[in-house]
């Protein structure tokens, strides 16, 4: 396949002058590259957000709230209340 001296070929070369992302300037190649790793920090921003998610809701999980007890006490008054 022919490439191009920034190392596309000219499907890709195509795709990157079709593009509303990578078409900003005339160096596509750079552009194709920030674009990547920007849709790679966002990927991984995602997958710590569902995990830290699941964490918490794990550690939740059993307790009826911050400011609640956890369950309602059942009898008469102990001693220091009479």
């Known amino acids: ?3 191009s001296k920034q190392g596309l070929t000219n ?3 195509a795709y990157t002058r079709s593009n509303k992302v990578t078409n900003t300037s005339t160096n596509t190649a750079q552009n194709c ?4 790793a920007t849709c790679a920090f966002l990927w991984f921003g995602w997958v710590a957000f569902i ?5 918490n809701l794990m550690a ?4 009826s ?3 609640l007890p956890r369950s309602i006490r059942r009898g ?3 001693m220091s209340q009479v």
Do not use: I
């Open 65 to 67: 709230g911050p400011n």
């Open 51 to 55: 995990a830290t998610l699941a964490l």
């Open 1 to 3: 396949m022919p490439q």
């Open 76 to 78: 008469g008054p102990s």
């Open 33 to 36: 590259r920030q674009a990547q």
């Open 60 to 63: 939740g999980r059993g307790s």
């Open 11 to 13: 499907a890709q070369q």
